[in-house]
């Protein structure tokens, strides 16, 4: 590849002629494994170990800026920025650099290098000093190391707001849809009491096609796998918009029930989850073209018996603090709890009239639309910072 006026081959790549490649032991004033304890409830500093802040002490170890990089277990690698008074545990190895060094700098060095990768041994993961002692980093003049580092600061402060906000508006959505979908709060323009309905008087509860997970392909019939549900934090599944993620089965239709195919507005609930907060877990169907869907094991299909709840409405009512405290009640088991067919329909929902439901729904996925867009821009935020990692800490772009 040919070098670029300016700019000479390394061993860490391409750079500018003014700057040097030096290994993070060259650079090094200490790099060694914390020697604090766990550390306690109590205590003005805090002690850090490889998953974070884990306890507080009276009695600080160390002082300074420091990059403090977990050693040992499943967060072998991560890194974290220190300063102040604090105590590290053995599990963390600590690194500080010479005064003619910005540690901010080197430690997006670090983490654009990943150190995950560095990370051997199956039972038990490890990354060790002499690893990170012999990392080459491509090194700029202080002034510019510091520059780099402020512009990507910069960029992290941005993110850290975005997340912020994200959570905010996420607090915010959740306490709107326990007041608007319990009736505690009204939108303007509607009174009147709500009536209660059990579902078995809503829904006709069906169950599912079994096939196994190594049975799904590429080809055949849209098919519903309970682990897609839960592995999914979307509250619908739209079998033309998802059409190309949702797994097939190749099988004939006239061995399906029909109770088992799912209709646009079915809802499916699973019927077994491994957590109390997943006895609940459900998604509502999209499918204005009619597509072969088949819902699959363990499932239970829920199709609406009358016109008393609006499509748009079941994206949201399941998801009240009272429904799930409904669902864990009649859920059984120990290792695995589910909710069964028998019972599922004994659970009780408040239940506007539909134009109400409707503007309910409307503000609820207006909210959810603005959460769209944050994340959006959160997401391009963080490319953003790939992108300029990539660009200043090897130099192809420079800083005025």
Avoid at 106 to 117: G, P
Avoid at 182 to 194: D, I, M, N
Avoid at 226 to 244: E, L, V
Avoid at 269 to 282: I, P, Q
Wanted: proline share 4%; with cysteine.
């Amino acid at each position: 590849m040919e070098v670029r006026p300016g700019y000479k081959q390394t061993e860490v790549g391409h750079i500018p002629l003014e700057w040097d490649v030096r290994s993070i032991g060259a650079l090094a004033t200490m790099v060694a494994s914390g020697r604090s304890s766990a550390g306690t409830a109590t205590g003005d500093f805090p002690v850090h170990g490889s998953t974070g802040i884990i306890g507080y002490t009276a009695k600080p170890e160390y002082e300074g800026d420091a990059i403090l990089a977990a050693r040992v277990g499943a967060n072998a690698g991560r890194l974290n920025f220190v300063s102040g008074k604090y105590g590290v545990t053995d599990n963390t190895i600590m690194l500080r650099l010479s005064g003619d060094c910005c540690l901010p700098f080197f430690w997006r060095q670090l983490e654009a290098k990943r150190l995950n990768n560095l990370v051997f041994g199956s039972g038990q993961p490890l990354i060790t000093g002499t690893q990170l002692k012999a990392l080459p980093v491509a090194t700029p003049p202080l002034h510019e190391q510091r520059a780099i580092a402020a512009a990507l600061s910069d960029v992290d402060a941005l993110l850290g707001g975005l997340e912020r906000l994200i959570a905010k508006k996420r607090d915010l959505k959740q306490a709107a849809m326990q007041q608007l979908l319990t009736g505690q709060t009204r939108l303007p323009g509607f009174s009147g009491k709500w009536e209660v309905k059990r579902l078995g008087d809503l829904f006709k509860f069906s169950g599912g096609y079994s096939a196994s997970r190594d049975q799904l392909s590429t080809e055949g019939h849209c098919y519903l796998h309970y682990g897609d549900i839960h592995g999914s934090s979307k509250t619908t599944i739209d079998t033309t918009a998802d059409h190309q993620d949702i797994p097939k089965l190749d099988i004939s239709l006239k061995r399906v029930s029909p109770d088992s195919l799912l209709a646009d507005g079915d809802v499916v609930f699973v019927d077994a989850s491994e957590d109390d907060d997943g006895t609940s877990k459900h998604v509502v169907v999209v499918n204005k073209a009619g597509l072969p869907f088949i819902s699959g094991l363990h499932t239970i299909v829920a199709k609406p018996r009358t016109g008393e709840l609006a499509h748009e409405y079941l994206r949201f009512c399941f998801h009240t603090a009272a429904i799930r405290q409904q669902f864990m009640f009649y859920a059984v088991g120990t290792k695995v709890s589910g909710i069964s067919k028998t019972n599922i329909v004994k659970l009780t929902l408040p239940v506007p009239s539909v134009p109400e439901q409707t503007a309910i729904a409307t503000a609820l996925s207006d909210m959810d639309a603005v959460l769209s867009a944050l994340v959006a821009r959160r997401d391009k935020t963080r490319d953003l910072k790939q992108a300029m990692m990539q660009e200043l800490l090897t130099g192809r772009t420079r800083l005025v």
